[in-house]
């Protein structure tokens, strides 16, 4: 098997594994680390040659956009306060716990090396995160702090990481050159990634077309990450800040097929992409068992240690942040998501897993430093890094799902109702309104009006039929149910219609781009 079969092997690893999970309950990454580790004890599967420095730039500025595709500024706004407390503090405290004990426990590790350790495993994966926590119907306040901490925790623990590396291969290290280059790549970062955002906005609103600006959506975050990176900032908040700009002035809201296609676009470069980059955190294995040398039962008790710095860090830190938190909350009107009771901290707890960040900084460690020594202690790190990924990945991954049933976790239905029929109700008083401001200046058809009318107010019941009068309730579902009827006849009739016209692309004569032309008509009408 070659490399670029192995490609396809986890390509196709990353489709099957989604179904599997769903009927499993379980998450679909952690599986698909766990096939990686397999394919990477078979013989015959080779070593993986992607080159260490191009895993981030490949890897996370697509799971980065997909994932802020599903939230916003104004959660991140809302939330701000708990997600520094995690994305900064809670790395900066772990940081330091791990390179303490590294650094007194594992024989010939330099103290600036043991920082890189720390700090390659302070940050939970933003992808796992919101994979695991958004598949087990989490409170939306869970799955909102987890989702920022994430995403802007890489971007600490990568600063920390490039200058502990830089101090180890260097020999030196100063205080206030670390704490400038922190400043300059935040600076640099919001200034890349809000220029782009503006520029990507502009363009796409001059392209047009829905596969253009979908095929441009795809090289943003490409670009935004290397020209922050190359200007010496960091690529992370670059893609973060472009992708929530862009975001926030998606605003046409007519433009159906391009908000459609664009989602199911996504959707697919997620699966894809998440599914190929767990994998090759399992496939690292073989790499990681190559480094023991005949000292594998040490290795594994400094692994256990540092996995339980890790954990324990993570706990002992979030007990007394939430209390402080809902202090403060309570002192103050704040609307920030916070996490309610300590079951729901429990949960946050245990959702810290490390990952596809943590896999790129533990194998992009240079080989030698700058006198040409070898790395004090690379090989004892990368194995001690790889072991508190998979541990914290594939035991706690796989555990979640039953400490979140243990514990009764579980998303707030009646607040999501509430918000539901609320929109709900919105969205049939935006169209009454519009209604009645074409009947001032355009005089409808006294049949057409009534029919509009009563199009107006099924738009808000059709979303939410809680919102129907109880006296009416009964004629709504009578009449809902006719309208069932007619449109289950206008799905079979376009149905037959599109099947005729596919038909006719094989026949002598006919133009394939024609007949593609008249179908997309058709599939346009299907989805209206």
């Known amino acids: 098997m070659d490399q670029l079969a192995l490609l396809f092997v986890l390509l196709l690893g990353a489709i099957l594994i989604v179904p599997l999970g769903d009927r499993l309950g379980l998450p679909a990454p952690v599986l698909m680390t766990l096939v990686g580790a397999v394919l990477a004890l078979m013989p015959f599967v080779p070593n993986v040659a992607l080159p260490p420095d191009y895993i981030l730039p490949l890897l996370l500025p697509p799971l980065l956009y997909a994932a802020v595709q599903r939230t916003s500024w104004r ?13 900064v503090a809670l790395v900066l405290i772990t940081t330091a716990a791990v390179a303490a004990v590294a650094h007194a426990a594992v024989p010939g590790l330099p103290l600036a090396a043991a920082v890189a350790l720390g700090a390659l495993v302070a940050p939970p994966d933003p992808v796992a995160a919101t994979a695991v926590a958004g598949s087990l119907g989490l409170p939306r306040r869970l799955v909102s702090i987890l989702e920022g901490e994430g995403l802007f925790n890489d971007v600490t623990a990568i600063v920390l990481y490039h200058v502990a590396i830089a101090a180890a291969v260097s020999g030196t290290f100063s205080w206030p050159e670390a704490a400038g280059e922190l400043v300059l790549s935040a600076v640099v970062a919001l200034a890349v990634g809000l220029a782009l955002g503006w520029l990507a906005n502009r363009l796409m609103g001059l392209l047009g077309d829905a596969t253009l600006q979908i095929g441009l959506s795809l090289l943003v975050p490409y670009v935004s990450y290397v020209l922050a990176e190359v200007l010496l900032g960091s690529g992370v908040l670059a893609v973060l800040v472009t992708a929530l700009y862009l975001a926030e002035q998606a605003a046409d809201a007519d433009a159906v097929v391009s908000r459609l296609v664009g989602a199911t676009f996504w959707q697919i470069i997620d699966t894809l992409v998440t599914g190929v980059a767990f994998g090759l955190i399992g496939l690292e294995l073989h790499h990681v068992l190559g480094t023991a040398d005949h000292r594998l039962g040490l290795l594994l008790g400094w692994s256990a240690l540092v996995v339980a710095v890790v954990v ?24 920030e998501e916070i996490p ?15 990952g596809v960040a943590s896999v790129a900084l533990a194998l ?14 690379r090989d004892e790190i990368v194995f001690i890094a790889f072991g508190v990924i998979m541990t914290t990945l594939v035991a706690q991954g796989l555990s979640l799902p039953w400490l979140v049933r243990r514990l009764g976790v579980r998303a707030d239905a009646d607040t999501e109702e509430a918000l539901e029929r609320d929109l709900a109700l919105r969205a049939a008083r935006a169209a009454k309104r519009r209604l009645k401001e074409i009947e001032e200046v355009e005089e409808l058809p006294e049949d057409i009006s009534d029919r509009l009318h009563r199009a107006a107010y099924d738009v ?9 009068e109880e006296e009416r309730r009964e004629w709504f579902a009578r009449r809902a149910e006719r309208l069932g009827i007619l449109q289950r006849v206008q799905r079979e009739m376009l149905s037959a219609a599109r099947h005729e016209v596919l038909a006719a692309r094989s026949e002598p004569g006919a133009d394939p781009e024609v007949v593609d032309r008249i179908l997309r008509h058709l599939d346009v009408r299907s989805l209206r």
């Open 312 to 335: 324990g860090v993570r706990l002992l830190y979030l007990l007394p942040a939430t209390w402080l938190t809902k202090r403060m909350h309570k002192r103050r009107d704040y609307d």
């Open 75 to 87: 959660q991140f706004a809302a939330n701000i306060r708990p997600i520094l407390l995690l994305a």
């Open 364 to 377: 992009a460690i240079p080989l030698r430093t700058d006198d040409g020594a070898p790395f004090p202690a």
């Open 460 to 468: 808000g019941a059709r979303i939410s039929p809680d919102i129907v």
């Open 340 to 354: 309610v009771g300590w079951r729901e901290t429990v949960v946050m707890w245990w959702s810290g897993m490390r």
